[in-house]
């Protein structure tokens, strides 16, 4: 079934994460934008969903009904599998492939220990099934499938309970008719139990890759179309006949057939739309190198924009389970605003455990019991309670103190203000020694780069984080509580394909690089179909996994834009190979020119944008109604580094309105954030509302 594209009127994007739910509203007919923040519901997303909606339509002053496109970004996926909420699944794979997973690539985490760390296994043994079929690896059959085998595990699947099936056979991604045949007999067979092939799922090499990720896509099917079904039915009960969409891994949207078919393409759903946010940041402000640190209630995520891209790989890993698809290059950790502090063997830790949306911390008053990061600024004085708006939350400080002094000052015999002050610290290193590790890896120096913070904590984060790592320019940018929803606002629809061939970069393998490009043509342009997309508003990208003969992994290298599928010769190829030499350069720092280069993988982007009559990718503050922190300017008085400080306390729209630097340090005050510009940082408004932050020196 074909989605169709038409006119976008009102667009709402929404970005469920594990404390709040953000929404943008965008109204092409008078060209404003509205934002909204609602608490989480984690008992049922959903429902906090369709509160946000209620809730910015209310603000904007528009019916429900108004609304033709939501694009729905989410943690579901995330958490499902972290939680392991997930249902009953088996694996159907080759004979002698049973233990893949458990045996996985003999990595460890912990060379020195004697006992290699236990694998995370979400498919027990007894629920690993083996069938006697063989492809070999050039794509021929070698043992046929009996269809009688498989009929007869499907009844004993159905017997076992079992709710989902994986299937990856050996070679499966060079000739999937094996996986196909086995799908179609169990949809027959057991009809209840939904089903998994690794063709459809991630057709590329590694056998323990496509494994891990067919396995995960098995698991979320059920999960995802669960919830698919009870937000259409609460929009229909709202009254919301809006087109959705699902934002997925790669930044780019898909529609919930998409989404139900390949839920593991959704695990990085949320922090998604955050990435997609800096790119446009950078592109906006002239920022080669950007890092982007969203730190939300429940955790912090760190995306890189690097010569003007956002970072992406083809392969990741969440809770140690590899994950071998396109996506947002993101490092999260569970240092977040939630985050939990607490004492251990004489020591205080924070995260990753979080107080999440329910109760939340101490300070907001639900029943919260653990002190957080949040709970410690509002101690100190960073927080203004007066002026809090998040989610009609009221703050109680008060509170925030008597259990911080249970918690934490008791315990380890230290001031109220030293205690706070130790849990931000601890916070802010976290979140420095994961950009710090997501930089190393790529050989990459952070004087090099500029910070973004955003997220609704990370404000208050930004000036210290940038000064641990040398940092000397940040950009808050506007909006910044709720940039996520704001990045899915301005995504287009996207799919990803890839076939691995094994060819020798040469120009004897040009026949078959051609009949490669062919095929992946055909498929996108049978997605372009289906998902309503025309010549004009949508394109078809092509790239190449290659490496050089004998190494272990590979550089994903883009194809010439300017060479169409019907002109592949030599010329074609010979730039290919360049751009290979170059990136290998900029990654490693050397190239071996005369060494044989191979191409693993061949792959095509989809991108189409969503038709509508003018330009949502930016939001400011002049299309944002949102209200202004009364009165203009007022001073607070707070406890830092064991010091009494008074701070001038700013709202945004007056920093803003008032077109000059001002120097740290003080606060601005936002609905929904607060920034802290500390000693040494110079502060000056940009275009559209944003900040720029430039570190000069502490004046002691």
Known sequence: ???????????????????????????????????????????????????????????????????????HGSTIATNAVLERKLPKCALITTDGFRDVLEIGRHMRRDVYTLKAERRPLLVPREYRFTVDERIKSDGTVLRELKPETITALGQQLLALGIETVAVVFLHGHLNPSHEKQTAAILSETAPAITVSTSFETSPEVREFERTSTTVLNALLKPVISKYLERVEERLKDAGVKAQLYLVQSNGGLASPKDAAT????????????????????????????????????????????????????????????????????????????????????????????SAGAEPGPVCYGRGGTNITVTDANAVIGFINDEAFRTGDITLDVHAARQTLNEKLCQPLQLTETRAANGVLDIANSHMAGAIRLSLFEKGADPADFSLAPFGGAAGLHGCAVAEELGIQKIIFPAHASTLSALGILMADIRHDLSISKLLPAVPSSLPELQTVLSELTDQ?????????????????????????????????TPWPEADSVTSVDDACLQSVIRNFHRIHEERFTFTAINDPIEIVSIRARITGKLESKGDTTESDDQRSPTASIDPAATTKKLASAGVELTLNVISRKDFLNSEKDQAGPFLIQEEYTVLLIADGWFARPLAGGDIECIYRGAAT
């Open 524 to 556: 996108a342009t049978a997605i372009q179909r289906d998902n309503g997309l025309t010549e004009k508003n949508s394109a078809i990208n092509f790239s190449c996994d290659m490496r050089y003969r004998g190494q272990a992994f590979e550089l994903t």
């Open 262 to 353: 390949l839920p593991v393409r959704l695990l990085l759903s949320g922090p998604a739309g955050g990435a997609t946010a800096m790119a446009s940041l950078a592109r906006k402000h002239a920022i080669n190198n950007l890092i982007g640190l969203d730190v939300g209630g429940t955790s912090s995520d760190i995306s890189l924009v690097s010569d003007g891209n956002v970072d992406e790989a083809q392969e990741s890993s969440i809770d140690g389970l590899p994950i071998r698809m396109p996506m947002i290059e993101i490092r999260t950790i569970g240092a977040g605003g939630g985050s939990i502090a607490s004492v251990e063997t004489g020591a205080l830790r924070v995260g990753p455990q």
């Open 1 to 71: 079934m074909s989605v169709k594209q038409s006119l976008v009127n009102v667009r709402v994007a929404v970005d469920i994460g594990g404390t709040f739910t953000d929404l943008h509203l965008h109204d092409e007919r008078s060209g404003k934008t509205w934002v909204w923040k609602t608490p989480s519901t984690p008992d049922d997303p959903s429902r906090g969903l369709i509160n946000g909606l209620i809730g910015i339509t209310k603000l904007a002053g528009i019916p429900l009904s108004d609304i033709d496109t939501i694009l």
